[in-house]
Antibody, heavy 122, light 107 residues
Framework: QVQLVQSGSELKNPGASVKVSCKAS????????ITWVRQAPGQGLEWMGW????????NYAQSLQGRVTMTTDTSTSTAYMELRSLTSADTAIYYC???????????????WGQGTLVTVSS | DIQMTQSPSTLSASLGDRVTITCRAS??????LAWFQQKPGKPPKLLIY???YLEDGVPSRFSGSGSGTEFTLTISSLQPDDVATYYC?????????FGHGTKVEIK
């Protein structure tokens, strides 16, 4: 069965960076993109961006441009999301989800990771 | 960017009631709309994609309709397990966007 397993919770100081991993199994990794979504405490879902795993094309939310980098390692079927210059506003649960790409048919997020809590506090 | 407006923000209904949630896109998105269910402490779960296609394993009491800019999610007979927050998401545009969510409670 399709599974996305994310790395564990992180506590970071303001100004630091965080890198969250998402290991996929149960399907051919290069057949689907990976999308990242975050959710601040008590708030709604915020789309962060996606990466196509076969070429590595990325598309980031304008609000995060310059601070976020999404990458993949096809040898281990793992996707990564790095966010830099963290502030308290970045405190959230970060989710990876299967899906994302240049065409609408590829963008449906049908399977999700369990989420990774990133807390930014001094 | 396309904005998604969901209504209502909170909904309280009795068991067995028919429940409808509306999502409006600020621009034309054809049928590229998904509905997700999220329970506390859990990731979102895909219910409906391409406006009206039921994801595998989702109970048939859930249905979606609409195209263009107006969409609805309907629960034909509300069950205790349906208590959750529901989000619509447009994925027509290069940068998808979610609605703000509708919290469904039992009256």
């Amino acid at each position: 069965q399709v599974q996305l397993v994310q790395s564990g919770s992180e506590l970071k100081n303001p100004g630091a960076s965080v890198k969250v991993s998402c290991k996929a199994s149960g399907y051919t990794f290069s057949d689907y993109g990976i999308t990242w979504v975050r959710q601040a405490p008590g708030q709604g879902l915020e789309w962060m961006g996606w990466i196509t795993t076969y070429i590595g094309n990325t598309n980031y939310a304008q609000s995060l441009q310059g601070r976020v980098t999404m990458t993949t390692d096809t040898s281990t079927s793992t996707a990564y999301m790095e966010l830099r210059s963290l502030t308290s506003a970045d405190t959230a649960i970060y989710y990876c989800a299967r899906g994302g790409g240049n065409y609408p048919t590829a963008r449906v997020n049908d399977h999700w990771g369990q989420g990774t809590l990133v807390t930014v506090s001094s | 960017d396309i904005q998604m407006t969901q209504s209502p923000s909170t909904l309280s209904a009795s068991l067995g009631d028919r429940v409808t949630i509306t999502c409006r896109a600020s621009q034309y998105i054809s049928v590229w709309l998904a509905w997700f269910q999220q329970k506390p402490g859990k990731p979102p779960k895909l219910l409906i994609y391409k406006a009206s296609y039921l994801e595998d394993g989702v109970p048939s009491r859930f249905s979606g309709s609409g195209s263009g800019t107006e969409f609805t999610l309907t629960i034909s007979s509300l069950q205790p397990d349906d208590v959750a927050t529901y989000y619509c998401q447009q994925y027509n545009q290069y940068s998808p966007a979610f609605g703000h969510g509708t919290k469904v409670e039992i009256k």
